[in-house]
């Protein structure tokens, strides 16, 4: 998504800096990263602002796996400093949203970065725990202990999952066993 909030062709961008996550995460605070952003990404005004754009990006993207794939690894060098301001800048940042791709159908990584880029600071947190799949399909999973509650931001994924994303949900309760101790040997 860097190529299309950080085009040259919005208004609304200009330059900011911010610490490079690379030097912080190795204890070396101070060297800067200067790129272009706009001064709403994230908001839901930047979505609205950005609508028409953002449709044209998206709907540009092939829905083929491989092709999906080519375009990750091309834009990944690309996308750096934008990934570095977002905190994704780790290599294991990198495989995991390559390992998600593996996963997901394109149609739904898709459905998901629309969902995500109307409204990024709203909607990044409450994501569930968990994306359970096997070969015959997935489903995403918060899990929770007996006590344990719903966040707010748990609450509003669930409720944008239920209007816009449609993907597959499952509450996952955990309820606690008894132990029983009998002549030194655990029992469940």
């Not at 940042?93 to 970065?113: F, G, H, M, Y």
């Not at 509650?149 to 309820?175: C, T, Y």
Request: net charge negative; no cysteine.
């Amino acid at each position: 998504m860097w190529i299309l909030i950080q085009h040259p062709s919005d208004p609304r961008n200009r330059i900011v800096g911010f610490g490079n996550r690379h030097s912080f995460d190795s204890g070396e605070p101070g060297v800067q990263i200067w790129t272009t952003l706009p001064e709403d990404f994230g908001s839901p005004g930047y979505g609205e602002r950005r609508a028409a754009e953002i449709e044209v990006h998206l709907t540009s993207i092939s829905v083929q796996k491989d092709d999906l794939f080519w375009l990750f690894d091309y834009w990944t060098s690309h996308s750096e400093d934008f990934r570095q301001y977002l905190w994704a800048h780790r290599s294991e940042d990198v495989q995991k949203a390559r390992e998600i791709l593996s996963i997901l159908p394109p149609a739904t990584v898709l459905r998901i970065l629309r969902y995500l880029v109307t409204d990024y600071w709203g909607r990044f947190v409450g994501w569930p725990d968990l994306l359970v799949h096997n070969e015959k399909g997935f489903f995403f999973a918060e899990v929770k202990s007996s006590s344990d509650k719903l966040s707010e931001d748990q609450k509003n994924w669930i409720r944008g999952n239920d209007a816009e994303l449609e993907l597959p949900f499952a509450m996952v309760k955990i309820h606690k066993k008894a132990v029983i101790v009998v002549s030194g040997e655990k029992e469940l």
